[in-house]
């Protein structure tokens, strides 16, 4: 989606996952432009880790709210999560 200046516009989305309850991660916020700032501000705040992929957020974008991802996603969420757990390992 592009603004008025033809720029593209941020996008954010977060996923929460319970191995405990869930059966898939669930998207439990997404936004653009200022909202997606401040999905992103919240993130650092709490010190979530934060990952960068336009195309993943494009199709997360997609989903509805609560919404588990679908099996088709699995794949690219592993790569996420294998990213964010090297992260935590680094700390």
Do not use: C, W
Not at 59 to 84: G, Q, S
Request: proline share 3%; net charge positive.
């Amino acid at each position: 989606m592009s603004d008025k200046k033809g720029k593209s516009e941020n996008k954010a989305i977060a996923l929460k996952y319970n191995h405990n309850k869930d059966r898939a991660p669930k998207v439990i916020a997404k936004g653009k432009g200022e909202i997606a700032k401040k999905i992103i501000e919240i993130a650092k705040e709490n010190k979530i880790p934060l990952y960068e992929d336009k195309g993943l957020a494009q199709v997360l974008e997609a989903l509805d709210l609560n919404m588990e991802i679908p099996e088709t996603l699995y794949k690219a969420i592993a790569e996420v999560l294998v990213f964010i757990y090297k992260l935590d390992k680094q700390n």
